[in-house]
């Protein structure tokens, strides 16, 4: 049998349309034939290089406004609970990505970043802090302190930033952003569908 | 019988996901049972007081790479013909939306419309120059240098101004825009058929 096209799915915890993203690539996924690797990544050194202090959406307040009333339409639509906005706004995301990165390769990944989504941005709760990854960690039958302190180990946080360059070597400007097996890359929620057609071998009319 | 609801278009000529929108919006619209609004208006100013000197396609690298593929993509999806890039990009795009401004009433504010998109992003050709704007009139069956005398009065020179006003102060802060009758907004090529079905009276899940 052939091997399944992958496409990865590279997200940060702070970005609300990774949020969007994340709850929905896997019944999408599995519907176009295609195996989905999650990528953790920082998108704060990426916007730091372009001279972005904080989230665009805070930099240029009528995008904000519009990107709230947006995300609340579309959780709507795609059946997602009521949009509740953490408090500050982006997250610092430092302690939940280190987990991320360090469980890349473990089963536990995919429903811990989803707890952490829900929690931000369903429930509105913080995830910045230690105690509240360990929490989320704890929520899923995980040694939520132990796992902590492995993803807060020297190598690890070197994977981290490893990623950080490479997403950045590899075109990221923003977050989600989709990479098939070719390259091609996806940015945004609203361009999974088209990633997913990409990555099973669909060409928009005679595109290469 | 009831007035058919009515969805504001606010487009920009320089504008690449307006051209999109531009070319699908009349038959989607039809579908929806929904009338259209065509409004010009110039982003630049916008840009400026965001502090923008340019596209943000230009000032951010990654991001502008990213969307010429996209909008070669995009276009192939839609079946438009293969995109090619005005140089410079972004086109000064002033002579056309003051003849867009003084046609806004006209029958032909369509077409001239559609034309000069075809011309800037189908051809590749200059929309900037008089001339240009002159001779897309002229194509049209009109009199382009009449109709660009008209528009370079300083009556309609006001009109711009106050459209662009009005864009800023409804919270428009890019190109396309859709607004609804009860002043929702909706941003971007990727959001038409949302604000279309808005427009139309449907509310995903149950938001207001």
Redesign the interface.
């Known amino acids: 049998m052939a091997r399944r096209p992958t496409l990865e799915f590279w997200y940060e915890f702070a970005s609300t349309y990774s949020y969007l993203a994340a709850m929905r690539i896997e019944a999408l996924a599995e519907a176009a034939g295609v195996a989905v690797r999650w990528r953790p990544f920082l998108l704060g050194p990426i916007f730091a290089a372009?001279g972005w202090t904080s989230s665009p959406f805070n930099?240029?307040p009528?995008?904000g406004?519009?990107m709230w009333?947006?995300l609340?339409?579309?959780?709507?639509?795609l059946?997602l609970p009521p949009v509740r906005r953490p408090d500050p706004f982006p997250q610092n995301s430092l302690a939940a990505t280190r987990v991320a990165v360090a469980g890349a390769d473990q089963d536990w990944l995919i429903p811990f970043s989803k707890a952490v989504y829900a929690a931000e941005f369903a429930e509105g709760r913080s995830i910045a802090e230690p105690a509240a990854v360990v929490a989320i960690l704890d929520g899923l039958g995980l040694d939520g302190t132990l796992t902590l302190k492995g993803a807060s180990a020297e190598a690890n946080k070197t994977r981290l930033r490893v990623a950080g360059e490479e997403a950045?070597s590899r075109?990221?400007?923003?977050a989600p952003t989709f990479l098939t097996d070719d390259g091609?890359?996806?940015?945004?929620n609203?361009?999974l569908e088209?990633a997913l057609a990409w990555a099973a071998g669909e060409?928009?009319?005679?595109?290469r």
């Open positions: 372009q930099l240029y009528a995008k406004r519009n009333r947006d609340e339409r579309e959780a709507a639509r059946g950045r075109g990221i400007y923003g091609e890359l996806f940015w945004g609203d361009r088209q060409r928009p009319g005679d595109l």
